[in-house]
């Protein structure tokens, strides 16, 4: 009983101080870890907010550079179509001539501000007010914008830049804005192109922009039109719609009114 007395007189122990220590110092280790993970991310973030702005920096300047290489490429492109009209125009009379080169030599202007226009060529048929004109064998066509220069007669070579969409779905399936604005050059004869180009192109003026709606018979007719991969195109009797305006011209040979040889 004397000895039970005695051991309850025995002061508490203090081991549980060790413990809290521990806890403590586990605390202030988690507390230095999440400033080390806070500290971490500020840095991390701002590293991609600096390579973010390096990158725009650079994207900025290389779209500048691309900018710069499509205009060269557009001008260089239409001064050779235009060099070709010229070369296709040296059989022709002295004054005919000059009046062709004359006009030729302001092409690669003309082309370099339609493709500032155009960048790509319009995925639909951009909406028009000017009033619909009847042409001859079905063709219709609408005057878009007045030109300047001669007009085109039938039998010249001309150098026109174009968009074309399939009216009934008013999908686009061809644009020389979408290769930097390079002229197609060819002669209005049937055979060079289709029908509906012969006959709407003919008594445009250079530097006009006119809406030709070609009906199938002028265009391709029953035949679907098909890519490398067998996929059509231009699905047989598709109504087309094609904005052009020519830009360069060359009058043919049989126009030189000579009286033979």
């Known amino acids: 009983m004397t000895q039970t007395m005695k051991n309850s007189n025995v002061p508490p122990s203090r081991s549980g101080r060790p413990g809290q220590r521990q806890q403590e110092r586990k605390m202030r280790e988690a507390r230095r870890r999440r400033r080390f993970r806070i500290i971490a991310s500020s840095i991390l973030a701002a590293v991609i907010i600096i390579g973010a702005i390096a990158l725009l920096i650079v994207d900025a300047r290389h779209n500048d550079a691309v900018t710069a290489q499509m205009d060269a490429q557009a001008t260089a492109s239409a001064a050779a179509a235009l060099k070709k009209a010229n070369a296709d125009a040296t059989a022709t009379p002295v004054a005919a001539t000059a009046t062709a080169t004359s006009v030729n030599a302001q092409g690669a202007a003309m082309v370099s501000a339609l493709q500032k226009e155009y960048p790509k060529g319009p995925a639909t048929p ?36 174009y968009t074309g969409w399939i009216q009934a779905s008013g999908k686009k399936f061809d644009s020389s804005f979408d290769n930097g604005a390079q002229p197609i050059a060819a002669t209005l004869t049937q055979g060079q192109m289709i029908q509906g180009w012969v006959v709407g192109v003919v008594g445009m003026k250079i530097g006009e922009t006119r809406r030709l709606i070609i009906p199938p018979a002028l265009g ?36 030189t009114g000579s009286t033979g040889s």
């Open 126 to 161: 951009p909406p028009l007010t000017q009033p619909v004109q009847n042409g001859s064998n079905g063709l219709k066509y609408i005057v878009v914008k007045a030109g300047t220069g001669p007009t085109i007669n039938a039998g010249d070579t001309v150098a026109v830049e």
């Open 220 to 255: 391709y007719g029953t035949q679907a039109v098909k890519d490398n991969s067998g996929k059509v195109i231009i699905p047989a009797n598709s109504t087309l719609i094609f904005d052009v305006t020519p830009v360069g011209y060359a009058q043919p040979q049989s126009s």
